[in-house]
């Protein structure tokens, strides 16, 4: 049997990724694809009459060769991309997606769906298997079922292409980022980098066969080395190159591609009778409407670039000349290390935390720890077990002294890995299927030298806590049905989770386990601990402006009909970002459009909004949390049987509320951000 498709005797289900080489995947894809296809069939043609089981648990329970390809595959291309695996990726894209077309518009099987969705009200179903045939019949519908045969064949065209765009976009985007490296002849330049982030372009420079230094590019526009570098012309090389990604001209231009994604989802909302793309994905969201969104984003965006602008102001003080972009960026991080050690009223400088915050330390005495107090969760790692590539490192995870699933750790950062940082299912939990999840966090940290420590930022610490939060919504999961696992809840929820799990960051019950200096092993001294927290306690308005000028920038572009699709990209962002009052030279969005992967490459298109949506109920649940015990495993367990366990298999905003008492408030979240 393809090893892909055979059955893992590994602990879990684990894959056994040593016996699966790239040349497996097509013909692995080739048998489920055509398995999958028959067991829909079945279904579809039975003589039965419809019943839920034999109908909606039927598809649920099929696939599963499929499910198993895509859950290998899709772990490998993003983190550890090679030439053959992007090739494969592409193939894939148009197949999947016309594989998908075929289920979902197939007229018997629609025709099943629809009696039972029209009966629903007495067929004597649960509550999630309500909520399953409801988005069965929703998806269809939005896949184009209900369409005539003409209708049908022009979402099959609009779908596939759109399929083969976005995964180009991704692709365009990680190969132009490689290719934007900045390049230092001269140590010197690089002042302000640790001896390590020096020694890492060092080695960068040598891997790509070139003396000198490769400073590498981070996905946002905003770089880690800009906020360090003291050399004003260095820190202007860094920033525009990463200002300018995508929109130089080259192989890696993505332009185009933007121009015909937007006008594709646009044609294909209008064909479904939505009046935009952004009306299209935000009814499937908790937001009410596009409107809704924007209606939030102008309010937090007036209150955002004033405090903008008194924050700016300050930085031009400190400076005492005026400022560009780059500038900003290291004006502030000054700002904050000034403002925090004034805070701790001694001269300590929050940089100095990162001695204090080594991976390792942090994950076991932190991440984990913090996670067993709360939720009841252990960790053992498994070092006979191998993940996708040798970075990767695999953990037990139980609960009640009974094993729950597999965590896995790709923590370093590696040219075959997309940028940014992110949370992926290798296995779904099911009671039906008898799954357990297996469940991936994936990050791009500098890797040290060999011998040395890895050190984490303040904004390290905080994503690792963030991306674990996820790890934690999938692993906690006790649903039947697999399309309500864990984090396979509405996009503008996805993300409370992971921000509920940041407050445990810097929590004193929770930072005093970890950090530890990694030379000498002493604790953090409590003027340092307290300066952190004063540094992270209030957002910077420079970054909620930038990503409320993303988000907007979103919206923008999903809110035009196919008439209104501008062909020049720059100028459209520029007068987005104006009309929507977040204009700012000196604080450029989060993302350009020609980089902007959440939307373009990935799956948050008109719903990069999500993350403040989600913010409003993770500002609210963190007063809970400190109102209700804080670490404690009485509130962990409430949170956990409330939000975790539920996944999709109830309203997940409704249960909040019931948790909370009362739907959440947009005041904490202004409080946090500073912006009351």
């Given at each position: 049997?393809?090893?892909?498709?055979?059955?893992?005797?590994?602990?879990?289900?684990?894959?056994?990724?040593?016996?699966?080489?790239?040349?497996?995947?097509?013909?692995?894809?080739?048998?489920?694809?055509?398995?999958?296809?028959?067991?829909?069939?079945?279904?579809?043609?039975?003589?039965?009459?419809?019943?839920?089981?034999?109908?909606?648990?039927?598809?649920?329970?099929?696939?599963?060769?499929?499910?198993?390809?895509?859950?290998?595959?899709?772990?490998?291309?993003?983190?550890?991309?090679?030439?053959?695996?992007?090739?494969?990726?592409?193939?894939?894209?148009?197949?999947?997606?016309?594989?998908?077309?075929?289920?979902?518009?197939?007229?018997?099987?629609?025709?099943?769906?629809?009696?039972?969705?029209?009966?629903?009200?007495?067929?004597?179903?649960?509550?999630?298997?309500?909520?399953?045939?409801?988005?069965?019949?929703?998806?269809?519908?939005?896949?184009?079922?209900?369409?005539?045969?003409?209708?049908?064949?022009?979402?099959?065209?609009?779908s596939a292409r759109l399929a083969t765009l976005t995964t180009d976009f991704g692709q365009h985007l990680l190969d132009d980022t490689n290719a934007s490296a900045v390049h230092f002849t001269d140590a010197a330049d690089l002042d302000g980098l640790s001896a390590a982030e020096i020694a890492a372009a060092a080695?960068?420079?040598?891997?790509?066969?070139?003396?000198?230094?490769?400073?590498?590019?981070?996905?946002?526009?905003?770089?880690?080395?800009?906020?360090?570098?003291?050399?004003?012309?260095?820190?202007?090389?860094?920033?525009?190159?990463?200002?300018?990604?995508?929109?130089?001209?080259?192989?890696?231009?993505?332009?185009?591609?933007?121009?015909?994604?937007?006008?594709?989802?646009?044609?294909?909302?209008?064909?479904?009778?939505?009046?935009?793309?952004?009306?299209?994905?935000?009814?499937?969201?908790?937001?009410?409407?596009?409107?809704?969104?924007?209606?939030?984003?102008?309010?937090?965006?007036?209150?955002?670039?004033?405090?903008?602008?008194?924050?700016?102001?300050?930085?031009?003080?400190?400076?005492?000349?005026?400022?560009?972009?780059?500038?900003?960026?290291?004006?502030?991080?000054?700002?904050?290390?000034?403002?925090?050690?004034?805070?701790?009223?001694?001269?300590?400088?929050?940089?100095?935390?990162?001695?204090?915050?080594?991976?390792?330390?942090?994950?076991?005495?932190?991440?984990?720890?913090?996670?067993?107090?709360?939720?009841?969760?252990?960790?053992?790692?498994?070092?006979?077990?191998?993940?996708?590539?040798?970075?990767?490192?695999?953990?037990?995870?139980?609960?009640?002294?009974?094993?729950?699933?597999?965590?896995?750790?790709?923590?370093?950062?590696?040219?075959?890995?997309?940028?940014?940082?992110?949370?992926?299912?290798?296995?779904?939990?099911?009671?039906?299927?008898?799954?357990?999840?297996?469940?991936?966090?994936?990050?791009?940290?500098?890797?040290?030298?060999?011998?040395?420590?890895?050190?984490?930022?303040?904004?390290?610490?905080?994503?690792?806590?963030?991306?674990?939060?996820?790890?934690?919504?999938?692993?906690?999961?006790?649903?039947?049905?697999?399309?309500?696992?864990?984090?396979?809840?509405?996009?503008?929820?996805?993300?409370?989770?992971?921000?509920?799990?940041?407050?445990?960051?810097?929590?004193?019950?929770?930072?005093?386990?970890?950090?530890?200096?990694?030379?000498?092993?002493?604790?953090?001294?409590?003027?340092?601990?307290?300066?952190?927290?004063?540094?992270?306690?209030?957002?910077?308005?420079?970054?909620?402006?930038?990503?409320?000028?993303?988000?907007?920038?979103?919206?923008?572009?999903?809110?035009?009909?196919?008439?209104?699709?501008?062909?020049?990209?720059?100028?459209?962002?520029?007068?987005?970002?104006?009309?929507?009052?977040?204009?700012?030279?000196?604080?450029?969005?989060?993302?350009?459009?020609?980089?902007?992967?959440?939307?373009?490459?990935?799956?948050?298109?008109?719903?990069?909004?999500?993350?403040?949506?989600?913010?409003?109920?993770?500002?609210?649940?963190?007063?809970?949390?400190?109102?209700?015990?804080?670490?404690s495993a009485e509130s962990g367990a409430a949170f956990a049987d409330a939000v975790l366990l539920r996944g999709d298999s109830v309203d997940p905003v409704?249960?909040?509320?019931?948790?909370?008492?009362?739907?959440?408030?947009?005041?904490?979240?202004?409080?946090?951000?500073?912006?009351?």
């Amino acid at each position: 049997m393809n090893p892909v498709l055979a059955a893992s005797e590994l602990p879990y289900g684990l894959p056994d990724f040593a016996a699966i080489s790239d040349d497996d995947f097509l013909p692995a894809y080739d048998v489920a694809l055509a398995a999958h296809l028959d067991e829909v069939e079945s279904i579809a043609s039975s003589a039965e009459a419809p019943t839920f089981d034999n109908t909606i648990g039927a598809l649920e329970a099929a696939g599963r060769p499929l499910a198993r390809a895509n859950g290998i595959f899709f772990n490998i291309e993003g983190p550890d991309s090679n030439p053959q695996r992007a090739k494969i990726a592409q193939v894939l894209a148009v197949r999947l997606t016309e594989h998908a077309n075929a289920i979902a518009m197939h007229p018997a099987l629609f025709a099943r769906v629809d009696e039972l969705y029209r009966r629903r009200a007495e067929l004597g179903l649960n509550q999630a298997q309500t909520r399953l045939l409801e988005q069965r019949y929703r998806d269809a519908v939005r896949a184009g079922a209900a369409l005539d045969d003409a209708g049908q064949a022009q979402m099959r065209e609009i779908s596939a292409r759109l399929a083969t765009l976005t995964t180009d976009f991704g692709q365009h985007l990680l190969d132009d980022t490689n290719a934007s490296a900045v390049h230092f002849t001269d140590a010197a330049d690089l002042d302000g980098l640790s001896a390590a982030e020096i020694a890492a372009a060092a080695r960068t420079a040598a891997d790509a066969g070139r003396d000198g230094y490769l400073v590498a590019l981070e996905l946002p526009t905003s770089q880690a080395t800009v906020a360090k570098l003291t050399d004003p012309a260095a820190r202007q090389r860094v920033f525009d190159a990463s200002m300018s990604r995508c929109a130089r001209g080259n192989e890696h231009d993505t332009r185009a591609l933007i121009t015909e994604i937007v006008t594709l989802r646009a044609r294909r909302a209008a064909l479904l009778g939505y009046p935009t793309h952004a009306d299209y994905v935000i009814a499937e969201e908790t937001a009410p409407n596009p409107q809704a969104v924007a209606d939030l984003l102008a309010e937090l965006g007036a209150a955002a670039t004033t405090a903008g602008e008194a924050e700016l102001a300050r930085l031009i003080e400190r400076a005492g000349h005026p400022l560009t972009a780059a500038d900003v960026t290291f004006y502030l991080a000054a700002d904050q290390r000034a403002r925090a050690a004034d805070s701790a009223t001694t001269g300590v400088d929050i940089d100095d935390f990162a001695d204090y915050c080594e991976l390792n330390t942090v994950l076991v005495d932190g991440v984990f720890a913090a996670a067993g107090r709360l939720y009841g969760l252990t960790f053992v790692e498994r070092n006979d077990l191998a993940g996708y590539h040798p970075d990767v490192r695999v953990w037990e995870v139980s609960r009640g002294g009974q094993g729950i699933g597999l965590f896995l750790g790709d923590f370093y950062a590696r040219p075959s890995k997309r940028g940014g940082a992110w949370m992926n299912n290798i296995v779904d939990q099911s009671r039906q299927l008898g799954t357990a999840p297996i469940i991936v966090n994936v990050l791009n940290l500098t890797e040290p030298e060999p011998g040395q420590p890895c050190l984490l930022s303040l904004d390290q610490l905080t994503t690792l806590f963030h991306e674990f939060g996820h790890a934690i919504h999938g692993l906690l999961s006790d649903v039947d049905y697999v399309s309500q696992s864990g984090t396979s809840v509405p996009r503008d929820f996805v993300e409370f989770p992971s921000q509920v799990n940041e407050m445990w960051a810097l929590h004193p019950d929770v930072v005093g386990g970890y950090a530890r200096n990694h030379r000498t092993g002493e604790a953090a001294p409590q003027a340092l601990l307290d300066a952190v927290r004063a540094a992270g306690g209030t957002e910077p308005a420079h970054a909620t402006v930038e990503y409320l000028a993303a988000a907007a920038l979103d919206l923008a572009w999903h809110r035009l009909t196919e008439a209104q699709i501008p062909s020049d990209v720059q100028e459209f962002e520029a007068a987005a970002l104006a009309e929507a009052g977040l204009g700012s030279a000196l604080i450029p969005p989060r993302y350009r459009s020609t980089y902007f992967n959440h939307v373009f490459g990935g799956g948050y298109s008109s719903a990069y909004y999500s993350y403040i949506w989600s913010e409003i109920l993770d500002a609210e649940t963190e007063q809970w949390f400190l109102s209700h015990g804080g670490l404690s495993a009485e509130s962990g367990a409430a949170f956990a049987d409330a939000v975790l366990l539920r996944g999709d298999s109830v309203d997940p905003v409704a249960a909040h509320a019931a948790l909370l008492g009362h739907p959440a408030r947009i005041g904490p979240l202004l409080t946090r951000r500073g912006l009351q």
